[in-house]
T-cell receptor
Framework: AQTVTQSQPEMSVQEAETVTLSCTYDTSESDYYLFWYKQPPSRQMILVIRQEAYKQQNATENRFSVNFQKAAKSFSLKISDSQLGDAAMYFCAYNSGGGADGLTFGKGTHLIIQP | NAGVTQTPKFRILKIGQSMTLQCTQDMNHNYMYWYRQDPGMGLKLIYYSVGAGITDKGEVPNGYNVSRSTTEDFPLRLELAAPSQTSVYFC???????????FGPGTRLLVL
């Protein structure tokens, strides 16, 4: 079974600074998909960024980018120019490329933005 | 376009009671999912469906049942509620299993 590990239960960053959230995963597959979801206090799960394992280029969405290291099975999220609205729980998630059986989530990282 | 909607938002159940959590999506997505999120944890898959009439178990299906009679609706049934089922329940949908999953706002369930 696939597992997703987020080793940082909580991170704190000053507003306008850059922060990196870590994620590692375990899989024997070569084709899969990785996601970062944001969960603010409202509980709504919001997609931040998505990465296909077959693509070597790291995904980028405005201030959010990933560092995808397939051999190391690492998928970190970098948030640049942190804003107060970025404060939330961030979940890393894995989806097998060959099955329809949903996402496997890590336990999450609580991101605090210091004004 | 409402996306994925869930009702109710919050419910208190007594041990042994039953209830159905409703989930509806208006995006014509074939794939639908139910997850639960326990305090301090990530989401865990309960059941999923790849289309009307087709459902399958996820990681934590015990104590739950689902049905999928239409593309839009994917209700989750709790039979004989137990305190261990106290959680937040999320429904999600996606157009294909490799694509992004879109989540509903969640239902908070408290079993006492």
């Amino acid at each position: 079974a696939q597992t997703v590990t987020q080793s940082q239960p909580e991170m704190s960053v000053q507003e306008a600074e850059t922060v990196t959230l870590s994620c590692t995963y375990d899989t024997s597959e070569s084709d899969y998909y990785l996601f970062w979801y944001k969960q603010p206090p409202s509980r709504q799960m919001i997609l931040v960024i998505r990465q296909e394992a077959y693509k070597q280029q790291n995904a980028t969405e405005n201030r959010f980018s990933v560092n995808f290291q397939k051999a190391a099975k690492s998928f970190s999220l970098k948030i640049s120019d942190s804003q107060l609205g970025d404060a939330a729980m961030y979940f890393c998630a894995y989806n097998s490329g060959g099955g329809a059986d949903g996402l496997t989530f890590g336990k999450g990282t609580h991101l605090i933005i210091q004004p | 376009n409402a996306g994925v909607t869930q009702t109710p938002k919050f419910r208190i159940l007594k041990i042994g009671q039953s209830m159905t959590l409703q989930c509806t999506q208006d995006m014509n997505h074939n794939y639908m999912y139910w997850y639960r999120q326990d305090p301090g944890m990530g989401l865990k898959l309960i059941y999923y469906s790849v289309g009307a009439g087709i459902t399958d178990k996820g990681e934590v299906p015990n104590g739950y049942n689902v049905s999928r009679s239409t593309t839009e609706d994917f209700p989750l049934r709790l039979e004989l509620a137990a305190p261990s089922q106290t959680s937040v329940y999320f429904c999600a949908s996606s157009p294909l299993f490799r694509e992004t999953q879109y989540f509903g706002p969640g239902t908070r369930l408290l079993v006492l």
